[in-house]
C-alpha cells in the first residue's frame, strides 16, 4: 500500500513537471528577441560633403533657412580732373600769311574779340568735350575746341557770319553774386553804366543751375586803352554749382550770334554727364 502511494506521488509529481516544462517551451516560442540593429558609420561622408561644399541636410530644413543678403558697400564716387594735352594748330606757312595772320590777331585784340587767346586746338572726334570735377560737357558739331585760355580749363569757337563768338570753362570759388557782378562789370549800357544781369534757376543731375544774361557793349578785362569796347555784345552764362566746385560756362560774342547759338548751349548743359 505504502508503495503504491509512493509511485502516485511520483508520478503526480512527474506529471507537474512536465506541464512546467511545456508551458515555458510555448512562452519561449511566443516571445521573439529582438536583433540589435546594424548602424554604419558614415561619418566619414559627411566631412566629405563638408569639404565639397554639398548640402546634405533635408530639403525642408534647407529651404526653411534664407540666406543673409550680401552688402555691397557702394564705392565713393571721385570727382577730379582729366589731365588733357591740348595741341595749336599751326598757322600759315608763308612770310605773307604769318604776318597777316598776326595783323588780323591784333586788331581783333584791339576791339576786345573773341578770337582763342591760344589759337586753335587740334582735337579727334572722341577728344571734343570740356571736362572738370568728374562731369563733361560735350562740344556742339559745328564749333571748335581751342587751346584754353589763362585760368581756363577748357575753350570752345564759334565761327559765325554775324561774328564769331567764345565759350570759356572756369572753376570758381567765389559766391554766385561776386560772379554776377564780374561778369556785369564787363558789359556796359549805351551809356557807359553797369549794366544788371537777368537771372534765372533751374536744376541739371539735380545740380542748381544760375543762368545770367547780358547786353550792351563788351569791355575786354584784359585790354587797355579807354577805346576798348565792342558795341551789341551779350553774355549766356551758367554756373554750375557741383559737389566741390563751381564751374562757370561762358557764351559771348557779338549779340546776334549769341542769341542764335543760345539752343546749342543750353543743350549742352542739359547733357552734362559724368566722366
Known amino acids: 500500500m505504502t508503495h503504491t502511494l509512493q509511485n502516485i506521488g511520483t508520478g ?96 581783333e585784340q584791339a576791339q576786345g574779340s573773341t578770337e582763342p587767346e591760344n589759337g586753335l586746338a587740334i582735337t579727334a572726334f572722341d577728344e571734343e568735350y570740356a571736362q572738370a570735377a568728374g562731369f563733361a560737357w560735350d562740344m556742339p558739331e559745328d564749333w571748335r575746341m581751342a587751346v584754353p585760355g589763362t585760368g581756363r580749363f577748357a575753350e570752345m569757337y564759334i565761327q559765325h557770319r554775324l561774328g564769331n563768338a567764345s565759350v570759356s570753362f572756369t ?62 555784345y551779350a553774355i549766356h552764362a551758367v554756373i554750375i554749382e557741383l559737389p566741390t566746385t563751381k564751374v562757370l560756362i561762358k557764351l559771348w560774342g557779338p549779340a546776334e550770334t549769341v542769341n542764335q547759338s543760345k539752343g546749342k548751349f543750353d543743350a549742352m548743359i542739359e547733357q552734362m554727364y559724368e566722366r
Not at 554604419?40 to 525642408?60: F, H, K, V, W
Not at 561778369?183 to 545740380?207: G, N, P
Open 171 to 232: 572753376k570758381e570759388t567765389d559766391s554766385i553774386s561776386n560772379i554776377k557782378r564780374r561778369l556785369e562789370s564787363t558789359i556796359t549800357s549805351t551809356y557807359s553804366s553797369r549794366t544788371s544781369a537777368t537771372l534765372t534757376k533751374k536744376t541739371v543731375m539735380d545740380f542748381p543751375v544760375t543762368i545770367l544774361d547780358l547786353e550792351g557793349t563788351y569791355i575786354d578785362p584784359g585790354a587797355k586803352g579807354t577805346s576798348n569796347g565792342s558795341p551789341f
Open 12 to 107: 503526480l509529481l512527474l506529471f507537474a513537471a512536465l506541464n512546467m516544462l511545456a508551458s515555458c517551451a510555448e512562452s519561449s516560442s511566443d516571445t521573439s528577441v529582438a536583433t540589435p540593429a546594424f548602424e554604419a558609420d558614415t561619418s566619414y561622408l559627411d566631412e566629405l560633403n563638408d569639404n565639397q561644399g554639398i548640402d546634405t541636410r533635408p530639403a525642408e530644413q534647407a529651404q526653411d533657412e534664407t540666406p543673409e543678403p550680401k552688402i555691397e558697400i557702394a564705392k565713393e564716387k571721385r570727382y577730379e580732373d582729366e589731365e588733357r594735352h591740348w595741341v595749336r594748330e599751326d598757322g600759315s606757312k608763308s612770310l605773307f600769311g604769318r604776318a597777316r595772320d598776326r595783323a588780323k590777331g591784333l586788331g
